[in-house]
Nanobody, 127 residues
Framework: QVHVVESGGGLVQPGGALRLSCEGSGFTLDDYAIGWFRQAPGKEREAVSCVGRSTTSTYYADSVKGRFTISRDSAKNTVYLQMNSLNPEDTAVYYC????????????????????WGQGTQVTVSS
């Protein structure tokens, strides 16, 4: 069964940091552009970041630019999302998925292009 497994979420105070992991199961993440998304209660799923097959191709939502960094570890078949300077607006369930239509990250990320979703990992930023 092809899917990803997200981990690394938790409860953190405002200003804190977390590193999320997205591990591939049944497929090689390096073969795809990988995106991170988040969904807060009552809101639509939104794109947070993306890394292409080449790590020179990346995308960050305006709301996370300068605070989040996406990276790959090919040996571990894992994509990471380092999140710094977290604020309560970052509270959401975070998901990763593979882009089945592109190998790079364009200026706009479309959720419908992604598949192999995991169950997500909860990030809560609160004092």
């Amino acid at each position: 069964q092809v899917h990803v497994v997200e981990s690394g979420g938790g409860l953190v105070q405002p200003g804190g940091a977390l590193r999320l992991s997205c591990e591939g199961s049944g497929f090689t993440l390096d073969d795809y552009a990988i995106g991170w998304f988040r969904q807060a209660p009552g809101k639509e799923r939104e794109a947070v970041s993306c890394v292409g097959r080449s790590t020179t191709s990346t995308y960050y939502a305006d709301s996370v630019k300068g605070r989040f960094t996406i990276s790959r570890d090919s040996a571990k078949n894992t994509v990471y999302l380092q999140m710094n300077s977290l604020n309560p607006e970052d509270t959401a369930v975070y998901y990763c998925a593979a882009n089945l239509m592109r190998v790079a990250c364009p200026g706009v990320v479309y959720v419908y292009e992604y598949d192999y979703w995991g169950q997500g990992t909860q990030v809560t930023v609160s004092s």
